[in-house]
């Protein structure tokens, strides 16, 4: 599929796809991730649905192939399926996915399962922590294994900044600071609750846009530093108050 302007309302004619495929046993379509919010390239990216079923078993998942493939090839990611009970069980499990998703959505059909949601900080805190560290690491090694090949640290840099934008979303909630809707602001704002110089963050963004191999490899090392500078300041968030 070519330009899509207005993911919106994309997304309404798919949800009546699944209402009419699982009648009163669907209980919501939302729409989260870029389609929701205001980093959606009209020539790129994809859109994100959430169904929410009454209950999900493998042939209630099976029963809605057809359409799952109709809309994927009208650049739909594969739904994700969940049921309240599990939503409600698993927000401590999946504390910053959750608090994205009920950060930045649009209900397009049924009931808003985020309305009510209460995400804990000190949740959110202990999954940063490992989220932060964990791909510190990984950004290490990608960056030996990218030596050479501008490519794969393209990649790296794409798939970093994108694994990193919920985080970051997270980080500012749990400090109780604004979180800004646009990726080069959240970016800039997240090096500034942690005292980061240098547009370090900002830089990274920058860097992939303009595409080129010197940008991203003098970018890179200094992106590099100012993850570690938050994996040693993430003991320092306080979780006081709930979300």
């Not at 009419?20 to 205001?38: E, K, N, P, T």
């Not at 739904?79 to 069980?89: G, Q, R, T």
């Not at 994205?100 to 959505?105: F, G, L, R, T, V």
Request: net charge positive; glycine share 6%; charged share 25%.
């Amino acid at each position: 599929m070519g330009i899509i302007t207005n993911p919106i309302d994309l997304a309404k004619l798919a949800a009546a796809d699944f209402a009419a495929c699982y009648g009163s046993d669907l209980v919501s379509v939302i729409v989260y991730g870029s389609a929701a919010g205001q980093d959606f390239a009209p020539k790129r990216s994809d859109i994100n649905l959430l169904v929410v079923l009454s209950a999900i078993t493998l042939p209630v998942l099976e029963k809605s192939i057809a359409v799952q493939q109709k809309w994927m090839k009208k650049r739909f990611a594969r739904p994700l399926f969940l049921d309240k009970e599990y939503v409600a069980s698993s927000l401590d499990s999946f504390p910053i996915e959750f608090f994205d998703m009920k950060d930045c959505h649009s209900v397009v059909f049924g009931e808003d399962v985020f309305q009510n949601l209460v995400i804990e900080k000190s949740d959110l805190r202990l999954q940063i922590e490992r989220e932060v560290k964990g791909k510190w690491l990984h950004l290490n090694r990608g960056w030996l294994e990218s030596k050479g090949n501008p490519a794969r640290l393209r990649l790296l840099l794409s798939l970093s900044i994108r694994d990193f934008s919920p985080i970051f979303r997270a980080i500012l909630h749990v400090k109780g600071l604004p979180i800004p809707r646009e990726r080069s602001a959240l970016f800039a704002a997240a090096g500034s609750a942690f005292g980061l110089k240098g547009g370090s963050l900002e830089n990274a963004l920058t860097a992939i846009k303009s595409g080129g191999r010197r940008e991203m490899t003098a970018a890179f090392p200094p992106y590099a530093d100012a993850i570690k500078s938050m994996c040693n300041a993430i003991d320092q968030i306080s979780t006081k108050e709930k979300s």
